[in-house]
């Protein structure tokens, strides 16, 4: 069992940069593929980053690339998404998950791909 505590969000203006935190409990967290999703309010919930377990690989939709970062510190059993140039549309709660794969440098990009959740953190930006 695993499980994820996301930090870090808030309150922030269009331009502005703002760092997610997710800490994850249970030995294995090296090993398991991680990823950030959003929710806005009325949407459904999608895609926003993922890092592979070796940390080798990441993967970003358009909406954000080139804006956001997703790394890790396994010795912290801990995924960050760095975003910058944060936009009104990026609006929504964030939530972190965790996914087991046997490839090392694995992304998956569908919320199928991963098992555990956190509770998710507010980020919202103002125009």
């Known amino acids: 069992q695993v499980q994820l505590v996301e930090s870090g969000g808030g309150l922030v203006q269009a331009g502005d940069s703002l760092r997610l935190s997710c800490t994850a409990s249970g030995r294995t967290f090296r090993t398991y593929v991680m990823a950030w999703f959003r929710q806005a309010p009325g949407k459904e919930r999608e895609f926003v980053a993922a890092i592979s377990w070796s940390g080798g690989n990441t993967y970003f939709p358009g909406s954000v690339k080139g804006r956001f970062t997703i790394s890790r510190d396994n010795a912290k059993s801990t995924v960050y998404l760095q975003m910058n140039s944060l936009k009104p549309e990026d609006t929504a709660v964030y939530y972190c998950?965790?996914?087991?794969?046997?490839?090392?440098?694995?992304?998956?990009?569908?919320?199928?791909?991963?098992?555990?959740w956190g509770q998710g953190t507010q980020v919202t930006v103002s125009s």
């Open positions: 998950a965790a996914g087991s794969a046997l490839d090392s440098d694995y992304v998956g990009i569908t919320e199928a791909s991963y098992e555990y």
